[in-house]
């Protein structure tokens, strides 16, 4: 296995076209705690992309295994988060990334070769874009079940979530952000508390009023480890409930389907306004004229 890092001129960038000056850099954020084989695996995927990032941040949580060795073997960043619970871990990893834009993996998480050029070119082609969350398919479920599987727990979680926040929710296997738009919520979120979903308390903090969009065909690989056995899934459904209250108290659903209309109408009044504007003044132009119209270096990650 070879060691991985990034060059000195800082890593890839995606232009949102050819008269962009503005460029987007990509920093990988991996929660992690004790899961070593599967962050090893993860990491060699990362090498393969399409598009490098300029980072890689392992945050470390407390591990007893060589989960933070296999990290700096691969030329990672370790960072160190001492509170147990992906909460805490995954906002030191968003507080640490330096990217215009952070791209959240987890250990388990087996991203395809375009994954982050993917994120990267969908975040920079429209920039009022805050966040964007992909799908994943069950690699380790029985063969005939995994793609069946897949579709049905993230079809629920995806429909169900977004009655409950009134806009998409994010997914912490395959899910971006802008730095920008985290570091707007980073003192709000939920980091003390192991029992919530950090991903979900995330897209509640953002809220409906930042624009947040499923990208169907943004899939990467996961473990469905977390679903076997009656404990892991009611586990994760007493989080998910837990995450909704909490956020609740502070906007209930009704509250944020309102704002979430209030603000879309709102939003078509102005483009209809806009566009009657731009209309009066053309038309003006035109009869003054006699209607005549007139119309960065690529950065790899490289062995040492």
Not at 256 to 279: E, F, K, P, T, Y
Request: hydrophobic letters at 40%.
């Amino acid at each position: 296995m070879g060691l991985w890092s990034p060059k000195s001129d800082g890593g890839a960038a995606v232009t949102a076209g050819p008269d962009s000056t503005a460029a987007l850099t990509v920093s990988v954020v991996i929660p992690v705690r004790d899961d070593a084989p599967a962050l090893d695996v993860c990491l060699s995927l990362l090498t393969r992309q399409t598009v490098a990032p300029l980072e890689i941040v392992v945050v470390d949580n407390g591990s007893s295994d060589t989960s933070a060795e296999v990290a700096r073997r691969w030329g990672a960043v370790v960072v160190g988060e001492p509170r147990v619970g992906i909460p805490a871990a995954a906002a030191a990893g968003y507080d640490a990334a330096k990217g215009d834009l952070v791209v959240r993996l987890d250990a388990d998480s087996r991203p395809g070769p375009r994954c982050l050029q993917t994120a990267v070119e969908r975040m920079a082609a429209d920039p009022g874009l805050d966040a964007i969350t992909g799908t994943g398919l069950f690699y380790d479920a029985p063969r005939g079940l995994r793609t069946m599987t897949s579709v049905a727990y993230l079809g629920a979680y995806y429909v169900l979530t977004h009655l409950a926040l009134g806009h998409t929710a994010l997914w912490g296997s395959c899910m971006a952000v802008r730095t920008a738009a985290w570091q707007a919520v980073r003192d709000d979120v939920v980091r003390d508390d192991a029992e919530v979903h950090d991903d979900l308390d995330l897209a509640f903090r953002l809220g409906p009023q930042r624009r947040t969009r499923l990208v169907r065909t943004w899939r990467v690989g996961v473990s469905a480890r977390s679903l076997r056995g009656r404990r892991q899934r009611r586990r994760r459904l007493d989080r998910a409930w837990r995450t909704l209250r909490l956020n609740w108290q502070v906007a209930p659903p009704w509250d944020r389907w309102w704002r979430r209309l209030n603000g879309a109408g709102r939003a078509r009044m102005d483009q209809r306004s806009r566009g009657r504007i731009g209309s009066a003044r053309n038309s003006s132009i035109d009869s003054r004229v006699g209607n005549s119209v007139t119309s960065g270096p690529e950065n790899r990650f490289t062995r040492e």
